[in-house]
Structures are given as C-alpha cells and as structure tokens.
C-alpha cells in the first residue's frame, strides 16, 4: 500500500467516525416579523438592488411553517445533546432554531451561548445517548497540519466534505453581518 492510499484511507476513517455527530441547523422566523424588522430579508435583488418583497407563500418553510431564513452546521460535543455551532449561525435571539440529525431526525434546539469574538455558540437538543466530537486542544494546533471540515456548506448542501492545511493562527477578520452593513471582529 503506497503511502497516498494510507493517507487517504486515514481521512476517509476520520469522516466515517465524525459523520454520525455533525449536525444540519435550520433558522426560521414568522414571516410577520420579519416584515416587521428586517424586510430587506424579504427582498429580491434585481440589478444590483432590492425590488418587491416576496409574498411568504413564495418562501422555504421549516416544518414548523417559519420562513426558513438561514442554516448552517455544528456537531455534537456531549452524548447529552450539547452542539458547537458558529455565532453567526444563530445571531437571531428571536428565531426558531431546528437541528437535523445524521439520522434525520429533526429537533427543536436552545441556544445556550454566543461567543462573538471567536464566532462560536452552543446549542442543546434534549435527547440522550448521541454520538458525538471530543474537543480536542487548540493550543496544540500547528501550521501546515491537515484539517477536515465537514457540514452543511452554505445551509444547503448535507455531508460536505473538505480537506486543506492550518494556514494561519490567531487572526483577527471583520466580517459583514447583515445587507445593512452591520459588519463585528471576530
């Protein structure tokens, strides 16, 4: 076995292992509400604007029949439910939070806490006995080590997997947060 097989046949056990314990997260919110406080979520861009909002018949729902306005994804930490997620995933207070598990199952979630420096929160599922990620130490990661990152890409596509190296440590970025230009360091 050539040393590109082993390598190869290393990263497809770590997805195999890792794959029952990430999670999808769906965002939803009453569609008056949104109205109320951020219609330009609502809007649909045209030539570089925004023109009519759309009626909410036209909209994604979750199955709870919230207008489904965000998603991304997490894993679990803890076999009681526990899931690290990014901040920016779950920035709304007053949204519907809804995580698919490997297994398909669809459950409600809390948010527990927002980190915004790192751009991290913890959500909880009130199920036992899942599966789930250990943390590991981030004080041991090292330029150029391999890492694997796997999730829902653009809260759209489920099981994505994608491999590269730890190009940088410790940075800083400011990212836009909103289409009003709300922008925070994380």
């Given at each position: 076995?050539?040393?590109?097989?082993?390598?190869?046949?290393?990263?497809?056990g770590v997805?195999?292992?890792?794959?029952?314990?990430?999670?999808?997260?769906?965002?939803?919110?009453?569609?008056?509400?949104?109205?109320?406080?951020e219609?330009?979520?609502?809007?649909?861009?045209?030539?570089?604007?925004?023109?009519?909002?759309?009626?909410?018949?036209?909209?994604?729902?979750?199955?709870?029949?919230?207008?489904?306005?965000?998603?991304?994804?997490?894993?679990?930490?803890?076999?009681?439910?526990?899931?690290?997620?990014?901040?920016?995933?779950?920035?709304?207070?007053?949204?519907?939070?809804?995580?698919?598990?490997?297994?398909?199952?669809?459950?409600?979630?809390?948010?527990?806490?927002?980190?915004?420096?790192?751009?991290?929160?913890?959500?909880?599922?009130?199920?036992?006995?899942?599966?789930?990620?250990?943390?590991?130490?981030?004080?041991?990661?090292?330029?150029?080590?391999?890492?694997?990152?796997?999730?829902?890409?653009?809260?759209?596509?489920?099981?994505?997997?994608?491999?590269?190296?730890?190009?940088?440590?410790?940075?800083?970025?400011?990212?836009?947060?909103?289409?009003?230009?709300?922008?925070?360091?994380?």
């Open positions: 076995m050539s040393i590109d097989s082993t390598h190869e046949e290393q990263i497809i997805i195999q292992r890792a794959m029952p314990a990430v999670v999808s997260i769906m965002v939803g919110k009453d569609y008056q509400e949104i109205l109320k406080k219609p330009y979520q609502l809007m649909v861009p045209f030539n570089e604007e925004y023109s009519a909002i759309l009626p909410e018949e036209e909209l994604p729902h979750t199955r709870d029949g919230k207008v489904r306005i965000g998603g991304g994804s997490g894993f679990i930490v803890d076999p009681g439910g526990l899931i690290i997620t990014n901040k920016h995933v779950v920035y709304d207070p007053d949204a519907e939070y809804l995580v698919t598990m490997a297994t398909g199952d669809i459950l409600g979630a809390k948010v527990l806490a927002r980190d915004p420096l790192n751009d991290v929160a913890m959500l909880k599922v009130d199920t036992k006995d899942l599966p789930y990620i250990p943390l590991g130490n981030s004080d041991q990661v090292r330029l150029g080590q391999t890492v694997l990152t796997i999730g829902t890409a653009l809260g759209e596509f489920q099981n994505t997997v994608s491999s590269g190296i730890i190009s940088g440590l410790s940075r800083f970025l400011n990212a836009m947060i909103d289409l009003e230009g709300h922008s925070e360091r994380l």
